[in-house]
């Protein structure tokens, strides 16, 4: 029996992206991006709350930068369940279904990394200021 090349490319596409995700999955510091690196989310809520999006099996966008006492949300607007954990305990979300949120309230600076637990390739980071 042999793969289709739709098949075949797709496999190679998440085996790639697991091998290249899981290699930072396993640090305990996480030491903030560089300041032209960190970016504000660009969509909010209707109250102004900066949107995190999940997309497929990725966090959009890259690294993002809040100040203190933000209240940022994560939309799941993929198919696939997925959640948004802490890696250091601060915040563990349910899974969240298509279009599916879940809220935080970021109260003090840092920077907080992040994961899907189901996919824990699937990495991001909170630079609060």
């Known amino acids: 029996m042999t793969m289709s090349t739709e098949a075949s490319l797709l496999y190679a596409i998440l085996a790639s992206a697991a091998v290249g995700g899981l290699a930072g999955c396993f640090s305990e510091h996480v030491q903030a991006p560089p300041t032209g690196e960190c970016v504000a989310a660009p969509d909010s809520t209707a109250q102004g709350s900066p949107i995190i999006r999940i997309v497929d099996f990725a966090f959009h966008p890259g690294p993002t930068c809040v100040d203190a ?14 959640t948004s954990t802490a890696d250091q305990g601060e915040w563990d979300s349910p899974l969240l279904s298509s279009g599916d949120s879940f809220t935080f309230t970021f109260s003090q600076a840092g920077t907080f990394a992040f994961h899907c637990t189901p996919h824990p390739f699937m990495t991001g980071t909170v630079v609060v200021r």
């Open 69 to 82: 006492g933000t209240t940022v949300t994560w939309l799941n607007d993929g198919v696939q369940a997925h």
